[in-house]
Antibody, heavy 116, light 106 residues
Framework: EVQLVESGGDLVQPGGSLRLSCVAS????????MTWVRQAPGKGLEWVAN????????HYADSVKGRFTVSRDNAKNSLFLQMHSLRDEDTAMYYC?????????WGQGTLVSVSS | DIQMTQSPSSLSASVGDRVTITCRAS??????LGWYQQKPGKAPKRLIS???RLQSWVPSRFSGSGSGTEFTLTISSLQTEDIATYYC?????????FGGGTKVEI
């Protein structure tokens, strides 16, 4: 069974940092682009970032560029999102998904809350 | 950035009704568009890729059409299990962008 499990979400103060993880199973992780998408409470979907199979190509939403970094460890079937300089507006459920546009399997999400 | 405008933002329909959701792109995105369904408390799932290609799990009452800047998602006969919020997403250029969503209620 193809599965993605996110973790690392937490309550953090504005200006703080957090690292999200997404562990994959049931498929050959290293063969897929991976994507992060977030959803603020009661709001719509926002594409955040994606990364190619080797990690050599990454893309970011304007709202997170320079603050967030997407990376992966294919040996550990893991995707990461390092988040710095967190703002109130980064509060959201963060999902990882397979595919360059997130069109495949999604995880259940991990909740990031930014508040003082 | 490409803006994706969905309409309506919400709709109420009856079981058996034909439902149409529109998504307009601020510039030509060819057919680089997907539709997603999100049920309350769940992660989204892609229904349609490349504007009109149904994913294997999707019932045939769903269809997608369009290219360029105007796209539609149609449910030919609304069922109770179709209650959800639907989003379009363009992946023609970065940053990828989603429409604002359409909440479908009965």
């Amino acid at each position: 069974e193809v599965q993605l499990v996110e973790s690392g979400g937490d309550l953090v103060q504005p200006g703080g940092s957090l690292r999200l993880s997404c562990v994959a199973s049931g498929f050959t992780f290293g063969e897929y682009w991976m994507t992060w998408v977030r959803q603020a409470p009661g709001k719509g979907l926002e594409w955040v970032a994606n990364i190619n199979q080797t990690g050599s190509e990454t893309h970011y939403a304007d709202s997170v560029k320079g603050r967030f970094t997407v990376s992966r460890d294919n040996a550990k079937n893991s995707l990461f999102l390092q988040m710095h300089s967190l703002r109130d507006e980064d509060t959201a459920m963060y999902y990882c998904a397979t595919g360059s546009a997130g069109g495949g399997t999604w995880g259940q999400g991990t909740l990031v809350s930014v508040s003082s | 950035d490409i803006q994706m405008t969905q309409s309506p933002s919400s709709l109420s329909a009856s079981v058996g009704d034909r439902v149409t959701i529109t998504c307009r792109a601020s510039q030509d995105i060819r057919n680089d568009l997907g539709w997603y369904q999100q049920k309350p408390g769940k992660a989204p799932k892609r229904l349609i890729s490349t504007a009109s290609r149904l994913q294997s799990w999707v019932p045939s009452r769903f269809s997608g059409s369009g290219s360029g800047t105007e796209f539609t998602l149609t449910i030919s006969s609304l069922q109770t299990e179709d209650i959800a919020t639907y989003y379009c997403q363009q992946h023609n250029s970065y940053p990828q962008t989603f429409g604002g969503g359409t909440k479908v209620e009965i």
